[in-house]
């Protein structure tokens, strides 16, 4: 017991001094063997699918394992995590949404590889490539489209989000006018459905028409 604790203060202070990568290094104590049940994979792998540098993953790894010690995060740890960035208001709704667009392999949980590729596409990824996101996370049911009942939960599960003490006060039938508005300009043959192809084409026209890529991605937030 005395030499696990040697060691497992030995592995701490090297996370802390910076000489432990918990990425690659392979002598991690006995301790660490039995709480972490999910190891990322190789840190040269992740760079090349993600477009983060070997220092930005490190310190995403060392913040993920911080929250998350067991190598994987579920839903409702996930939920606790995103409510402290939104304490004015009611994050649950928005979070389930935006954990279920993590978790790619539907399988409950959220790893760290799931965590930076999702966050490589959403903060460097092509234009194309954020918009596929956004559209997978609002096709709820993921049948490749997005009807107005899906949008509108979107749309709510933000304005709950935000809070009901916001300035300007959001009026009640706001997301029902956002989304409204949302279909006016997406659903160009006004079929009721915004497939993945309108979605595109219409972000794409606003974002050749206002210059700013970004102005595209966060189209639906400025209608």
């Known amino acids: 017991m005395k030499a ?10 090297r996370e802390l001094d910076g000489s432990y990568d918990p990425l690659t290094d392979s002598t991690e104590d006995d301790f660490e063997l039995s709480t972490v049940c999910h190891r990322p994979e190789g840190l040269d792998k992740l760079q090349e699918q993600t477009k983060f540098t070997k220092k930005e993953l490190q310190v995403l790894y060392r913040g993920f394992k911080n929250e998350c010690p067991s190598g994987v995060v579920n839903e409702e740890t996930f939920k606790l995590i995103y409510s402290q960035f939104f304490p004015q208001g009611d994050s ?7 954990f279920e667009a993590f978790d790619t392999n539907k399988n409950g949980s959220v790893s760290f590889e799931d965590f930076v590729m999702g966050l490589s596409i959403i903060l460097r990824g092509s234009i194309n490539d954020r918009l596929n996101w956004a559209f997978n996370l609002y096709d709820l049911n993921k049948d490749g489209c997005i009807t107005k009942e899906e949008m509108l939960d979107i749309m709510k599960s933000i304005y709950d989000m935000m809070g009901k003490y916001t300035y300007p006060t959001m009026q009640e039938d706001a997301p029902r006018e956002h989304v409204e508005n949302f279909f006016q300009k997406m659903d160009r043959n006004n079929d009721g459905v915004v497939t993945i192809e309108e979605f595109i084409e219409s972000c794409q026209k606003v974002c050749v028409q206002n210059i700013s890529t970004e102005k595209a991605f966060y189209f639906h937030f400025k209608l």
């Open 4 to 13: 696990k604790n040697r060691e497992q203060s030995l592995s701490d202070s």
């Open 92 to 98: 649950s709704m928005y979070a389930h949404f935006l």
